[in-house]
């Protein structure tokens, strides 16, 4: 087994001229939850997205598990895209079989418990459920499989306080302890209690990756308050 999980060295993408990603060296370990954190457009969904194999990187490489992004990789990562993809008409239970048929990590007691304890209806289509409900369903799914590392592109930002206390310790309390969670969220106040480790991105580079303790012992400060003070604009 690889030491490391995640392994990227000078990792470029570009689109048109402009690097959304911009020799970007990065490792983290496993079983770590680990906010990815930064700007609009400072390159976190691409960053996501390289990882799943979803984009192919322009320069540079990036090793999940030792492997890059391929067959491998792909059965071991659990991914929350930014955007649903599933069709409307499905009910959460069309998704429960879906996820089962697919993937042979997936618990499927363990995302009818989730169901239950978010109010989700087995029989309900995703069609007649609100936004925010959607995200709960997809990401009960997400984080019922037993991966080793789980990509969540803004997994909070629809629900409401409450969903998002019980979504976040579902992810402190119930992932795979060898795994790691990567999660995107401009909810930093929000999510950093259950954070060990923060990556700010910044045009497409990492301009600091800490332990959440490290960045308050050393800075006095939290990281929502780091965050503020690295990406405020100057008025
Ligand atoms: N398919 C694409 N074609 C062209 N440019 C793109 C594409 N995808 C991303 N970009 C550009 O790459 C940069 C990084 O975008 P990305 O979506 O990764 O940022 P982000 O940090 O996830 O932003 P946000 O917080 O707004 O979701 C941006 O300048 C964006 O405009």
């Given at each position: 087994m690889n030491q490391e999980l995640i392994n990227v060295q000078g990792l470029t993408k570009t689109f048109g001229a402009k690097p959304a990603l911009d020799h970007m060296d990065l490792s983290v370990g496993r079983g770590r939850i680990v906010g990815l954190l930064g700007p609009n457009g400072s390159g976190k969904t691409t960053f996501i997205k390289l990882l799943c194999g979803l984009l192919h990187p322009t320069s540079g490489t990036?090793?999940?598990d030792g492997h890059s992004p391929g067959v491998e990789t792909k059965a071991i990562i659990s991914y929350l895209p930014d955007r649903m993809y599933?069709?409307?008409?499905?009910?959460?239970s069309d998704l429960t079989d879906f996820f089962a048929d697919f993937y042979s990590d997936f618990d499927r007691q363990k995302a009818l418990e989730m169901?239950?304890?978010l109010s989700i209806r087995q029989n309900e289509r995703l069609k007649t459920m609100s936004k925010g409900t959607k995200e709960k369903v997809q990401l009960a799914l997400i984080m019922s499989r037993k991966a080793q590392l789980y990509l969540l592109d803004e997994p909070i930002g629809g629900v409401d306080p409450a969903a998002r206390d019980f979504i976040l310790n579902t992810i402190l309390t119930n992932y795979n302890e060898n795994g790691t969670v990567m999660l995107s969220t401009h909810l930093i106040s929000?999510?950093?209690r259950v954070l060990d480790e923060a990556i700010f991105l910044q045009n497409g580079k990492v301009v600091r990756h800490d332990t959440v303790d490290n960045i308050r012992e050393q800075e006095g400060k939290s990281v929502d308050?780091?965050?503020?003070?690295?990406?405020s604009y100057s008025s």
């Open positions: 990036l090793q999940i599933f069709a409307d008409w499905m009910k959460a169901f239950s304890a929000d999510i950093e308050q780091l965050f503020r003070e690295i990406f």
